[in-house]
């Protein structure tokens, strides 16, 4: 006899909670911050960027907009604004230090700011990578397995925005395709589109009724990704979809999109001044539409490669920007969001290791709060890698534990065991390591410990095909968190009848 | 008609001077160095390892050392000696912040201590792989080829030690042919053998040959790996050598060798307590032998993996004590080795560069004077990787540019670029782009930057299989650096006489 509905679901919250016991907490970085700059050098970008903001200002192609700024006390010709200091200084106060953005299971809810790091899956990539199939262009299929594998990982405590772009979806209701995915498969927050007006406020209506109307206003449910198009410009699709979440109260992220050497200048310190100035122009504009709205300070920034103009990660010059832009953002008291495993190769070979993670630990030194981009970048952005993801994510991992930085506590200096075992013994069977011997240690599941014989008698597997074992794994054993079916279909309901319309 | 065998060489003379313009200067991390632990911390370890010292100890498995430690005030129990903090304190003093160790060539001296950084390659794998003929026992061919390599690397500063094993070259007489390939293919600075008394003088004696003899006490010609074998033992081969670089002048690298949970604790407070008691006991033993001889503060760190008691590399815990040991290191004002490009896998694949950047950045921002295992570690350093010493020797090409820091010069600010770059305009052509056009950026040569097709088309090579090519080309263009026909004549002579002696 099969079993209830109710037992059926009782076994099945059972389940949950155990899984849940593997998701970590948002980790803090109460370590020590890398502060690479003098206050001195600090001060000279921020002056140079006041300069910037004063005399040569940013575009805001969008009539309401322009009208807004003008209204609030910049200086409008055409469609150039210039803004005083004092003024930029009055609005960036006005936004919170940190918020807090809802997740459909309350235990899944973040701290943006402070201390406290998100790392979200990356964001954008048309084409998916995994050893089975090759590069092709992203579905809606990848799309949902992404929003799984993230839901899966215990490091990865956000699930991201477009993934990847479901490009089997049309590009009209796409956005609906992904935002019911997110909240379906996952139960994590997530980010809203910025593709237009429209479909930013059908986000907000969607977390709406995820949340409630109410809910939402107090703490937000949606953090999207507002990019300015450096030199200086922010179009009206952005501008659109900025007005909207900055009305809702919904939190958005400002980030210049800048390859130094093409959008900015070839030198670093004149990169993050016009970064700055791009940066906190987009953020006095979001207070000045919705004071104390909550907003986060974006920095996208590597350099190209000046033999060819494309695009390169994992740079060096990237590493001194993440620092400098962190100690920015830090000056205005605004939650920071950068970095991520970026990667330029096109697989996740050693390239792509060497490059996220010569990207990553800035990340992490420099205190980062929202690291978009966390688990999954190839080839520029161009390219979503399954293997690397799950990757990616084991790296997330160790990070977790090196951010719990040293135990002083007097049972960690061990004292009695250094004092018992005789000179050439060893510790592995002292109480002291017995009563710690399953936490001691973070351990790499997806890396390859065996002595090398036994390795290669298992077919010496590299550790791309290793982790796209372990993507098979993930994806056979995932089980969708429960949701109230009154949501669902309220959601699907909404879903459907905007299809119609926009068709 | 031939050439003369002079024209020959001022051809070869001018050829080595283009080459060494490639050659990177020893960089100087002037940047802020990371501090993890406060002041407080670090003395609760520092007082820790000093009731270590003062009522556990360490063992000395020579009677000459034991004779040595208790004429000079340590209590001498069997082999067991322990240290009075006072002791300790005077000892340590005495050694050098700094000191300079002698290179073939001059412009390849390297300071070792205060802010300058020198990489070193890996040491002592029996094994090397490459993609080509896979995994391999190590000979004397491979030896000279990693010569040539680190040789011919613009970043990698030293010429290391026993960068593999020569396993097809006699054990009692390895250490003359080791020596003589580090002077005969290269002209970088290198290092002494430990493996015995008699080594350690031949050693000595072959630096003598090639830099004299009162040169040699004046700056250090070799620098050598005196380990101790945790917990708590330094032993008669190890004691020998050390006492000949000592009373020679010599530089020592005094490193406990330890695998936390094994041979210390399985919490990294105790671990690093013990091995700066470990690492103190060395160096202030070398200090009673010959005050103010050379001595670099060593740590060899990580843990192993609990479930298999195999080592691991790469782990965040061992992030922590870099950082941690760096600390203590500076507060004895003592130069201090640590960190390189770690790995424990067994290929040159994305777990590989994981490893090797997880260890390498903190290695960096801790500050470490001297990296042994800078390139080519792979499989717990059991093999040296041909494929991976080049791609770790382009992360060490990224380090030094990271090191130069951001340029707050005037001209970095480029504001007037910024000024007259309109809109959604680019920086490509400006004139502070173009004069800055070839210097600008860091270029990986070794990473593909290629668009994806165009990569595909070339055949989809990862980048083991760039790095193999490269690894050929470089041996192919390989030449020797021009060395006195008298010295070499010298040394093959003593090499000759040494191995008829010990045969």
Redesign the interface.
């Known amino acids: 006899m099969s079993s209830s509905r109710s037992e059926r679901r009782q076994r099945r919250r059972e389940r949950q909670r155990e899984a849940a016991q593997v998701h970590m907490a948002q980790p803090v970085n109460d ?2 911050v ?4 003098t206050e001195e ?1 600090l001060e ?2 921020h002056n ?1 960027s006041m ?2 903001l004063a ?2 200002g ?2 805001f192609y969008d009539e309401e907009s322009l009208a807004i700024l003008k209204k609030h006390g910049a200086r409008v010709e055409g469609e ?1 604004v210039t803004f005083d200091p004092g003024l930029v200084e009055e609005y960036v106060a006005k936004a919170p230090s940190q918020f807090t953005q809802l997740a459909r299971n309350p235990d899944n809810n973040l701290t943006i700011g402070g201390n406290y790091i998100t790392f979200a899956p990356v964001y954008g990539p048309p084409f998916v990578i995994d050893q089975e199939r090759g ?1 092709r262009e992203a579905t809606l299929e990848d799309f949902e397995n992404f929003v799984k594998l993230a839901y899966l990982s215990p490091y990865m405590h956000h699930s991201g925005g477009t993934i990847v772009e479901p490009t089997d979806c049309p590009v009209s209701t796409r956005h609906l395709d992904m935002i019911y995915s997110h909240i379906k498969y996952s139960d994590k927050a997530f980010m809203g589109s910025v593709t237009s007006t429209e479909n930013a406020a059908d986000s907000v209506r969607m977390a709406e009724i995820l949340f409630g109307e109410n809910e939402i206003r107090e703490n937000p449910a949606l953090i999207s990704l507002i990019n300015i ?1 450096s ?3 922010l179009d009206d699709k952005m501008l659109g979809a900025l007005k909207v979440y900055a009305r809702a109260r919904q939190a958005t992220i400002i980030t210049p999109f800048i390859l ?11 990169t993050v ?2 970064q700055n100035a791009e940066a906190l122009a987009g953020i006095v504009f979001s207070q000045m539409v919705e004071p104390g709205t909550p907003v986060v300070y974006g920095s996208f920034l590597t ?8 695009p ?1 990660f ?4 990237s ?2 920007a993440i620092y ?1 832009s962190a100690q920015l953002a830090r000056r205005y008291n605004l939650p920071f969001r950068s970095g991520g495993m970026f990667a ?15 990207t990553m ?2 990340t992490i ?1 420099a205190r980062v709060n929202f690291v978009l981009h966390a688990a999954g970048w190839l ?1 520029n952005g ?2 979503a890698g399954y ?2 993801f799950v ?1 990616d994510c ?2 997330l991992g ?2 977790h ?2 951010l719990k ?5 007097d ?5 009695e ?3 018992t ?8 069977g ?1 109480p ?2 017995i009563e ?3 936490t ?5 599941d997806l ?6 014989e036994e ?2 008698e298992a077919g ?1 597997p ?3 095909t290793r ?1 796209y074992q372990k993507v098979k794994e993930l994806l056979k054993s995932y089980e969708a968190p429960e949701i109230d079916p009154a949501v669902d279909e309220a959601l699907t309901a909404f879903m459907e009848q905007r299809k119609a319309e926009l068709s």
């Open positions: 370590l020590p890398y502060e690479l700059l050098g000279r970008i140079a300069e910037v005399e040569v940013m575009d150039t590069r198009s030199p200086r410009r130094a050497g093409a959008m900015a200048p070839v030198t670093i310190a004149g001044t016009q350099n190209v490669d000046l033999q060819t103009g494309a390169v994992g740079t060096p010059e590493q001194i400098t330029s190769s096109k697989i996740s070979d050693a390239q792509a290791a060497y490059e996220a993670v010569m630990i800035p030194m080839e161009l390219t293997e690397k990757m084991e790296i160790m990070l534990t090196f930085g040293l135990d002083l506590s049972e960690a200096f061990a004292m065991s250094i004092r075992v005789a000179p050439g013994g060893h510790h592995l002292t002291h390591t710690r011997f399953r001691a240690f973070y351990r790499a890396f390859d410990y065996r002595p090398a390795w290669m010496s590299d550790a791309t982790a």
